[in-house]
Nanobody, 126 residues
């Protein structure tokens, strides 16, 4: 059975940094497409970043470009999302998800993801 578990969320001041981790059991993350999504209170869930299986490409939402970085740690079977320069509009529950189908034409189609974690809360406040 595949399980994804996010960690690393917390409270950070504007301009601060956080690194979220997505750990997996039952699947080798190196061989599967991974996406990060977030949902702020009262808003729909939105795509943040994604990485193809085998590190064959990464994707970032416009708001994440230049501030967020998605990486794999194959030795630990982790995918991390490094976030810097966090803004007051970045808070929400951040989810990782795994997808066996290709990320084409879009990595942001939630219905294409097969497995989801329970999410980790990110709060940005002074």
């Amino acid at each position: 059975q595949v399980q994804l578990v996010e960690s690393g969320g917390g409270l950070v001041q504007p301009g601060g940094s956080l690194t979220l981790s997505c750990a997996a059991s039952g699947v080798t993350l190196e061989n599967i497409n991974i996406g990060w999504f977030r949902q702020a209170p009262g808003k729909e869930r939105e795509g943040v970043s994604a990485i193809r299986a085998g590190n064959a490409g990464t994707f970032y939402a416009d708001f994440a470009k230049g501030r967020f970085n998605i990486l794999r740690d194959n030795a630990k079977n982790l995918v991390t999302l490094q976030m810097i320069s966090l803004k007051t509009e970045d808070p929400g529950v951040y989810y990782c998800a795994a997808r066996t189908s290709n990320l084409w034409p879009t990595p942001w189609e939630e219905s294409e993801y097969d497995y989801w974690g329970q999410g980790t809360q990110v709060t940005v406040s002074s």
